[in-house]
């Protein structure tokens, strides 16, 4: 691949990115009487069925001395429910050439199902089931704990693994995006089934719960058949639980890694504003400006130009509790002093004047334009209007989207980048051997 | 990916569209030799522009491994109409997106852009074919990038580092035992005069293919293609690859320590590809071993064992000349490689003496042709898969695919299990972990 990590990165900027070309409401919308929030978009030209299933459970929901918990219980759903063991799960959905997974992420656990549209019916049996009445049986609580722990020792291979979680510790002190969604070896070691079935019973509720139906299916049949699944769940008294938003980050701080790697990882780091924020739709102007894609000033200057790294970009991470703001580099050792001086004077440069009028009007156009096809299947779909809904955005984010980012100016780039990229309030991480 | 560039088309395999009423392709051969292949797709305002060439690692001669990717990096160097990284600029500022891949068999170029700009598109990939301008000190710069790509995907990865060596002991012959990436040391050498000679021999209109899939009238891009590369003059038949890989004599093995936190096991075996009639089932087979958690590696390394975090196996259908059948495995903290090799060679020696139950066939066939439908939701993937089948004899082939596929009975996987690996040919890689 040219630009693998360009291309791995959009899906993770697609809140930031989207905006469709066509005003058409992207999804029917409604609430159920329980609460579930459920939408439905009809695609009825090939015979399949994307399901997006999110409720509010994220890692960010874990007990402070719990880290992993909400991803243990995610990654569990699917390992037994009050019908069907776990292998029993996993040979019906795959009979009909389908899946279902589960796992979770910062702010939810979600359930992804795929399948032939004549398997519809099979698939929400299945997702309801794991959903509202997973078993956790003892031995799958065991065997996910040890797994859990094998792929947390596995991604200290992984440069990349390593300075995110090293980075997110120095961008959100004390909040729990600070910690890794999948836990630490500690506080995983710690976690039991009765936390997890304790876990399972007080966060997962109607009123916390998106379900997206997306591909060869009406309006109508997805609200009987999730209806005729999920109706009966009842909603608890209690208001839902609230979580605090992440505060302010402390003085930058630095992190060496050592690693006996040919290249080194360097991570830039810090909190920046989620799509609430007037200034949000400039800082994403910006970053596309500075690290964006192939025309951005990063990858002319460090890759193009100078021939120090094949993989060098930034990128907003909002997400519902918080947001970051990131820019990273892989380098051969030798040359770290140089990329790290690049990046800075890169960051610099956006604070100290305007993007050109190419640069910017590239940007938009890039960022309005390619939304189209952002959303050229089902699954994707279902993951867009499912997140929209999670975070709060409404249903129009992806009109207002565009329009907001078509109306950002040079001067407003600037200003974000003023508020934003400024090198010295950056944490850093390098993860490999320093020259 | 665990191999990325080593086995880079096997997780492609698992889908595509079938072959549908509605479904007329249009394809021609060019009078320069030129292949067009159109399929209108018209769900959504895109289309997917993909250039093939018939040239990857395979076409390589010892001592200058990696030129076949190298050039793909330099294909978004310029023209002289359309200068260094213009080609990118262009598709961005257009709301595109662009990216590229090399294998050992081809080398792909596509751009996914609104159907109104799909002129623009013809233009710039008609330019590159003919006018690349491969400046030298372009070339020096991108050497370091090139470099760089090889220390994330190889050099730092510990599976990737595996498979590049355990694919240099399988092959002594033919060109599939160099890495499609490169050796460092020929990527280092390669001379600019080499890259040009390559890209005159190979990059001709003859030696490739233009597959478009999307909103468009497929009789009038046609005719706009056929006025933008039609007056591109034919080259000289690019050499055939002629090295045919001899039997092996014996049992091959490579132990490599490496920074890593866990042990992985490869275990390969010549096989022949789609040609032969032992395809159809060997593919069956594959998603047998590692279709999924029902499938039998994971079902019994990973989950009942627990042995393995992960296991699988993968063959490589499409491939032009016979490759190599995988399994692989990556231990469980604990769990020593010797165990691992003994327990993926007893599921591999089952395999020759017991037949699958009726169950495992139909769940794997029924996965085979769901992926086929899944595939169809994707105009990127339906245009990909048209191409890979036409590069291994006509697009044709797709609808004849399915049909081998749902003719395999339980006897054929005892058959090819019992030709294909033998215990005594058997190709293993191991890596320790060093501490």
């Known amino acids: ?435 | 990916m665990r191999r990325a560039l080593v086995v880079f088309l096997v997780p492609l395999l698992l889908g595509a569209p079938p072959a549908r009423a509605a479904d007329t392709v249009v394809a021609e051969t060019l009078d320069n030799g030129l292949r067009v292949i159109l399929l209108e797709d018209h769900r959504s305002p895109i289309v997917s522009f993909q250039v093939w060439y018939r040239v990857g690692s395979r076409n390589e001669r010892r001592g200058a491994t990696g030129i076949a990717h190298f050039l793909e990096h330099m294909m978004f160097k310029g023209t002289p109409t359309h200068g260094r990284g213009q080609f990118a600029r262009i598709v961005e500022q257009n709301g595109g997106q662009d990216n590229a891949f090399t294998s050992q068999d081809v080398t792909s170029y596509f751009v996914n852009i609104a159907a109104d700009k799909l002129d623009l598109v013809i233009e710039l990939e008609a330019d590159r074919m003919h006018n690349l301008l491969l400046d030298p000190k372009e070339i020096e710069s991108e050497r370091q990038v090139v470099i760089e790509e090889r220390r994330t995907r190889t050099e730092d990865d510990p599976g990737g580092f595996l498979g590049e060596e355990v694919a240099s002991i399988a092959f002594k012959a033919h060109p599939y035992g160099s890495p499609i990436i490169g050796w460092q040391e020929d990527i280092t050498r390669i001379t600019p005069e080499e890259i040009r000679a390559f890209y005159r021999t190979y990059y001709v209109p003859n030696n490739a293919m233009v597959v478009a899939v999307g909103d468009f009238r497929a009789g009038e891009v046609l005719e706009r293609i056929k006025r933008r590369f039609g007056g591109i003059p034919r080259g000289a038949a690019p050499p055939p690859v002629l090295t045919v890989e001899p039997p092996p004599n014996g049992e091959r093995r490579v132990v490599v320590r490496k920074q890593a936190e866990l042990p992985i096991v490869y275990l390969a075996y010549h096989v022949p590809n789609q040609r032969s009639n032992d395809a159809a089932p060997l593919e069956v087979l594959s998603t047998i071993l590692s279709g999924g958690r029902a499938s039998r590696l994971y079902r019994y390394l990973v989950y009942e064992r627990r042995l393995a975090l992960e296991a699988g196996g993968d063959y490589s259908y499409f491939s032009i000349d016979p490759n190599l059948f995988w399994f692989w495995a990556t231990a469980m903290p604990g769990q020593t490689p010797e165990t691992l090799e003994k327990e993926l060679l007893a599921q591999v020696e089952r395999l020759k003496t017991e037949p699958v139950t009726d169950e495992e066939l139909r769940r794997a066939k029924n996965q085979i042709e769901a992926a086929f439908v899944f595939q169809e939701d994707s105009i990127h993937r339906r245009a990909s898969l048209l191409a890979r089948f036409e590069v291994i004899g006509g697009y044709a082939q797709k609808d004849q695919f399915l049909a081998k596929i749902r003719a395999v009975t339980a006897a054929d996987l005892v058959r090819v299990a019992g030709s294909w690996f033998p215990e005594d040919k058997k190709n293993v890689g191991i890596l320790l972990p060093k501490p």
């Open chain 1, 1 to 435: 691949m040219t630009r693998s990590l360009t291309t791995r990165f959009a899906s993770l900027m697609l809140l930031g990115l989207a905006s469709p070309a066509a005003a058409a409401p992207i999804a029917h919308r409604e609430v159920l009487p329980n609460g579930i929030v459920l939408l439905v978009a009809e695609r009825p030209a090939v015979p399949i069925v994307a399901v997006r299933a999110l409720v509010q459970a994220g890692a960010v929901h874990d007990p402070p001395d719990r880290a992993g918990l909400a991803n243990l219980t995610g990654v569990l759903l699917t390992r037994g429910t009050t019908k069907r063991t776990g292998p029993e799960l996993d040979s019906a959905i795959e009979f009909v050439g389908g899946s279902l997974e589960a796992g979770a992420g910062r702010d939810s656990i979600g359930a992804s199902l795929r399948v032939l549209k004549p398997d519809l019916g099979l698939g929400l049996d299945l997702l309801s089931e794991v959903i509202l009445s997973p078993t956790f049986p003892p031995d799958e609580v065991t065997r996910k704990i040890d797994e859990i722990q094998a792929s947390i020792k596995r991604s200290e291979e992984d440069p990349g693994a390593v300075a995110a979680r090293a980075l997110a510790r120095l961008v959100f002190p004390g909040h729990p995006y600070g910690l890794p969604v999948e836990g630490t070896r500690e506080s995983v070691a710690r976690l039991t089934r009765d936390d997890v079935v304790k876990f399972h019973r007080e966060r997962f509720r109607p009123d916390a719960t998106v379900v997206a139906v997306v591909g060869a299916v009406t309006v109508d049949e997805a609200r009987r058949e999730v209806l005729g699944r999920f109706g009966s769940w009842a909603r608890p008294a209690s208001p839902l639980p609230g979580v605090p938003t992440a505060s302010a980050g402390r003085e930058p701080r630095e992190e060496v890694i050592p690693r006996d790697l040919t290249q080194a990882t360097i991570m830039f780091g810090r909190q920046a504003i989620r799509q609430t924020d007037p200034d949000y739709f400039a800082l994403v102007v910006a970053s596309y400006v500075l690290g964006g894609g192939s025309a951005s000033r990063l990858y002319t200057r460090v890759r193009e130009e100078g021939g120090l790294a094949y993989s060098v970009y930034s990128y907003v991470s909002p997400s519902k509790y918080g947001s970051a703001f990131f820019v990273s580099a892989q380098t051969r050792i030798a040359e770290v002093p140089k990329v790290r001086t690049l990046l800075n004077a890169e960051l610099a440069r956006m604070t100290r004047e305007p993007p050109s009028d190419a640069e910017l009007s590239l940007a938009k156009a890039y960022l309005v334009g390619s939304f189209p096809l952002r959303l050229d299947t089902s699954a994707k779909v279902a993951d867009f209007v499912s997140a929209i809904e999670e975070l709060g955005l409404g249903l129009d984010y992806a009109d207002r989207y565009k329009e907001r980012v078509a109306r950002v100016t040079a001067r407003e780039v600037q200003r974000a980048a003023q508020r934003f990229f400024i090198p010295e309030t950056f944490n850093r991480v390098v993860v490999g051997r320093t020259p």
